[in-house]
């Protein structure tokens, strides 16, 4: 098998699951795309040589795909807890010719984490289902301006459908709405800010997106009181009215604009989900590569980015006003015409992000019904 230039000695699997020999999922090339492209950019802008762990890495496809797309990387750790992964990343390093920065170990990655305390510059973490169990140890890993990537498959309690989970698991209460994954990578973002700022470190996601069933977020983390105290503002709690689909981050009993009552998530992250110039940099090299699809999930992104309002969806709001939804494209013009900011979000192809008050888009999806 082959990935992007690198080659895998791997049996191809129909449904990789967690009884897999060693695990490859294909469809997570998208992930392993922006994550290198991540890598890449945050290499650049830090002028230093990292050392970087990849600590839960299956067939060592996110490592070997690092050492052979990144520049300036002194060392990749690559790690897995099964003999038969360990050895399995072993054959395709050597197959690549990749092996030379690499240091493999068949270790449990917070005990991998915790031996390597304060020394590496990048952690990723890519498990099966919550990368909870790994924050405190990532936190401990890394220097004091490092950055860190976190997937979470976990998508059942992050987003309502097992809330006690979530609140065991991440702190937090989820809502299963039809934005419910914004919300469960908002959760997941505090989750980590949280555990970071125990130790004083402010990390700050620069790039976190759906797709399909995972989560993922990469962050930069540097040490300063002052910064996670300023963060602290972005952590909120989100109030939303089933009635008429108002949403925002406040901590309210009644709904603004109808008084109906409301439900409550959070905490969550309150900012912003991407960072302007860290998602053009990525955009750029991923454009480069000819890696499109993830190309165009940071494009939207990138262009959703300012507004932090979770996103909605226009069948949603028109089917509580007892009418047909409208195209997408004259309802955003309908909503800028009005004055406000107005996006696709590459959270759902019928979905839209604006500023614009809850009674300014009904009144907009009135007038552009179909
Ligand atoms: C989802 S897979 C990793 C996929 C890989 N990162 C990729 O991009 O293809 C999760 C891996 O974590 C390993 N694992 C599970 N628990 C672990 C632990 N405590 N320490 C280290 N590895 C662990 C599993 O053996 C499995 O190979």
Request: contains cysteine; glycine residues 6%.
């Amino acid at each position: 098998m082959e990935e992007r230039g690198v080659e895998l000695e791997l049996e191809p699997e129909e449904e990789p699951t967690t009884d897999s020999e060693v695990f490859y999922n294909e469809d997570m090339i998208v992930n392993r795309d922006i994550s290198v492209a991540s890598l890449a950019e945050y290499q650049e802008r830090s002028g230093e040589e990292l050392k970087v762990c990849d600590a839960l890495s299956a067939s060592g496809v996110r490592g070997l795909r690092y050492l052979n797309e990144v520049d300036g990387l002194e060392e990749v750790l690559i790690n897995d807890i099964k003999p038969e992964a360990v050895e399995n990343i072993q054959k395709n390093l050597e197959l690549n010719g990749l092996g030379e920065r690499a240091a493999v170990t068949q270790k449990d990655a917070n005990l991998l984490l915790t031996e390597n305390f304060r020394s590496l510059d990048y952690v990723d973490i890519d498990p099966f289902g919550s990368p909870t169990l790994y924050l405190d140890s990532t936190a401990r890993s890394l220097r004091h301006e490092s950055a860190a990537g976190f997937t979470a498959t976990d998508l059942g309690p992050l987003y309502g459908s097992y809330p006690k989970v979530c609140e065991r698991r991440y702190s937090s209460r989820p809502l299963k709405v039809e934005f419910g994954h914004e919300l469960g990578i908002r959760i997941l973002i505090k989750e980590t800010f949280r555990a970071f700022s125990r130790y004083d470190r402010a990390f700050e996601p620069v790039l976190a997106w759906h797709e399909q069933h995972y989560s993922r977020v990469f962050g930069t983390v540097e040490e300063s009181k002052k910064q996670c105290n300023r963060m602290l503002d972005d952590i909120g709690y989100l109030s939303f009215c089933r009635e008429c689909r108002w949403r925002a981050y406040e901590d309210v009993e009644q709904c603004s604009a109808c008084g109906g009552t409301v439900e409550k998530a959070g905490p969550l992250w309150t900012g912003k989900l991407a960072d302007d110039e860290f998602a053009g940099g990525v955009r750029e090299r991923l454009d480069s590569q000819g890696y499109t699809e993830a190309e165009q999930l940071i494009e939207k992104l990138q262009k959703e980015a300012d507004i932090s309002t979770p996103f909605y969806e226009s069948h949603e709001i028109a089917s509580s006003i007892g009418v047909q939804a409208p195209e997408r494209k004259k309802l955003l013009e309908a909503v800028r015409e009005r004055g406000f900011r107005a996006s696709q979000t590459h959270f759902s192809p019928q979905g839209f992000r604006t500023d614009a008050p809850i009674e300014e888009i009904r009144e907009a999806i009135e007038t552009t019904a179909i």
